[in-house]
């Protein structure tokens, strides 16, 4: 049973930082390509980062190019996600997402495991 557990959510300062994590389990995690969505309140839930299954490519979104950062530590079945100068508009749940494909998609439909999510909240 594939699980991907994400952690490292919080209250922050406009301009701050948060460094997320998702832990997997119950899969071959060197083979998935891994992403990062999330949903503010009241808006659909949108792309943020991904990253193939080597880690050689990585995809973000326009508005967090140069503050996000995503990265993979096959050894420990984690992938991370880097958040620097944060912005209110950063405010949401962050999900963790596994491809079986090995890419890393823009889609959420391409994305075959989804994790329960961690709020980040950045504060004006």
Request: charged share 15%.
């Amino acid at each position: 049973q594939v699980q991907l557990v994400e952690s490292g959510g919080g209250l922050v300062q406009a301009g701050g930082s948060l460094r997320l994590s998702c832990a997997a389990s119950g899969l071959t995690f060197r083979l998935y390509g891994l992403g990062w969505f999330r949903q503010a309140p009241g808006k659909q839930r949108e792309f943020v980062a991904a990253i193939s299954s080597s880690g050689v490519v990585t995809y973000y979104a326009g508005s967090v190019k140069g503050r996000f950062t995503v990265s993979r530590d096959n050894a420990k079945s984690t992938v991370y996600l880097q958040m620097n100068s944060l912005r209110p508009e950063d405010t949401g749940v962050y999900y963790c997402a596994a491809a079986r494909s090995g890419f890393a998609h823009q889609q959420s439909s391409a994305y075959d495991n989804w994790g329960q999510g961690t709020q980040g909240t950045v504060s004006a």
